[in-house]
């Protein structure tokens, strides 16, 4: 297989990168799109875009996980200077089961959100336990592309972010996860992006971008379409929401 475009992953956490992203290319992962987390990713991706060109994809975000009240300002300052370089907003979002305060969330992310509308960037969107709320968000900012990131929230949800044409993504944690399966199972193969979100461990594995392959047979074998389709389906996808070009 060739020209697969791993959406989603942390490449500045993944040791041993050079040899990682050689070994994706070798399987046909001809391009990354990095995903950053606060201001140290986001720099790292702008670099390892200039260090690897044409394979990584940079994207700038502040995901709820590493947000600090006093870094808000300055980040978001960072992000709104630097966007236009890059393919997306990523990764943003909310995260209902972590500590950090559901007002921060929701201020910083609809700053984000603003920022990416008036940019006309994709915004790629953690939704774990606030599925509703951050589709409800997206879609008040009015963004025309969004993709819900390995989303396993609730069907009903999923409709509305279909019906808006808004994407999810995938991961390898297809193979074990009903929610996901039954998310992926749900959603037509024109608005699914496939990721790693590497170098998140899959039952207790480290993943890399070559994995992707391994979503694409998950998605694959629960959609029964042929592998070579999922995968050229996917990249299609993948390259129109990013306006990636063909690699
Ligand atoms: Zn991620």
């Known amino acids: 297989m060739r020209g697969l475009i791993d959406a989603h992953a942390h490449l500045n956490e993944i040791e041993a990168l ?13 391009q990354v799109v990095a995903m950053g987390m606060e201001r140290l ?4 991706n702008l670099r390892l875009a200039l260090q690897y060109p044409g394979q990584v994809r940079p994207a700038l975000g502040y995901h709820p996980w590493s947000l600090e009240a006093e870094q ?5 300052a960072h992000i709104r200077e630097h966007l236009p370089q890059c393919v997306a907003l990523g990764e943003v979002g909310l995260d209902y089961k972590v500590k950090v305060p559901k ?18 960037k994709p915004a790629v969107v953690h939704c774990r336990f606030s599925h509703l709320r951050a589709y409800a968000m997206v879609r008040a900012a009015g963004l025309r592309r969004a993709v819900f990131h ?3 929230g609730p069907l009903d949800v999923l409709d509305a972010i279909l019906a808006d044409g808004y994407f999810i993504s995938v991961t390898p944690a ?7 399966r039954a998310a992926a199972q749900h959603a037509p193969l024109d608005r ?7 170098p998140v461990s899959y039952q207790g594995r480290p993943s890399r971008p070559a994995d992707l392959l391994q979503t694409i047979e998950q998605l694959s074998q629960l959609k029964q ?11 299609g996808n993948a390259r129109r929401f990013y306006d990636l070009p063909a690699a």
Do not use: C
């Open 18 to 30: 050079g040899e990682a992203l050689a070994e994706a290319r070798r399987v046909g992962v001809a």
């Open 41 to 44: 990713s986001n720099e790292q």
């Open 72 to 76: 808000v300002d300055a980040t978001l």
């Open 103 to 120: 007002k921060l969330q929701q201020e910083v992310f609809a700053r984000l959100l603003e920022i990416a509308a008036e940019q006309d």
């Open 150 to 152: 390995w989303y396993s």
């Open 174 to 180: 297809l193979a074990y996860s009903p929610p996901h």
């Open 192 to 198: 699914i992006l496939v990721e790693t979100d590497s």
């Open 225 to 235: 379409i042929p592998m070579e389709e999922t995968a050229r389906t996917t990249a």
